[in-house]
T-cell receptor, first 108, second 120 residues
Framework: GIQVEQSPPDLILQEGANSTLRCNFS?????LQWFHQNPWGQLINLFYIPSGTKQNGRLSATTVATERYSLLYISSSQTTDSGVYFC??????????FGDGTTLTVKP | GAVVSQHPSWVICKSGTSVKIECRSL??????MFWYRQFPKQSLMLMAT?????????EQGVEKDKFLINHASLTLSTLTVTSAHPEDSSFYIC????????????????FGAGSRLTVL
């Protein structure tokens, strides 16, 4: 099956800093999403981005499908951005493989 | 927007008992739902795909007799952990595909809030 590698595994930032999270896939995927898991466990969909670039406020994501990677950018980080960020992808809608996540801690 | 509701949020049970977790799609119909399991500080592992009106499809290594899945209606899927043991303690999360709004119109995974099971 598809392998998903996320980096870095842990990231500590000062409030206001910018960061880039990366996700590499072992094979091509048709579906790719970025999620934020808050401290209570709820997964929030950030982006559906099998290719191209999208932006939503302070967050943006870019997927280079031909090179099988995706990047999530967080600008001007806030303490509420803390949590675990997952990317997930696959060939079939719904049957996505998740990466191990990046744990982000934003300090005030 | 479309919401996936999961209940209960947390449950504590004695070893040997069975526990049922419900996953509902609010304001939309879900012919397919997905059940995941997540151990502390680990990733999500897909356990099974729940299909309305037919048998669930289990991932390799998941015991179908231990984790019973029923998808009897277009808005409800249930996961029953039978004869639960402490090693079944985990965070169980359901999801459904929801059609995103314009412009993508793509089907995106939308998750319930999860159910934390502790087996004593």
């Amino acid at each position: 099956g598809i392998q998903v590698e996320q980096s870095p595994p842990d990231l500590i930032l000062q409030e206001g800093a910018n960061s880039t999270l990366r996700c590499n896939f072992s094979d091509s995927v048709n579906n790719l999403q970025w999620f934020h898991q808050n401290p209570w466990g709820q997964l929030i969909n950030l982006f559906y981005i099998p290719s191209g670039t999208k932006q939503n406020g302070r967050l943006s994501a870019t997927t280079v499908a031909t090179e099988r990677y995706s990047l999530l950018y967080i600008s001007s980080s806030q303490t509420t951005d803390s949590g675990v960020y997952f990317c997930a992808g696959g060939l079939e809608a719904g049957k996505s493989t998740f990466g191990d996540g990046t744990t982000l801690t934003v300090k005030p | 927007g479309a919401v996936v509701s999961q209940h209960p949020s947390w449950v504590i049970c004695k070893s040997g008992t069975s526990v049922k977790i419900e996953c509902r799609s609010l304001d939309f119909q879900a012919t397919t739902m997905f059940w995941y399991r997540q151990f502390p500080k680990q990733s999500l592992m897909l356990m099974a795909t729940s299909n309305e009106g037919s048998k669930a499809t289990y991932e390799q290594g998941v015991e179908k007799d231990k984790f019973l899945i029923n998808h009897a209606s277009l808005t409800l899927s249930t996961l029953t952990v039978t004869s639960a043991h402490p090693e079944d303690s985990s965070f169980y999360i359901c999801s459904a595909m929801v059609r995103a709004q314009w412009p993508s119109g793509a089907n995106v995974l939308t998750f319930g809030a999860g159910s934390r099971l502790t087996v004593l």
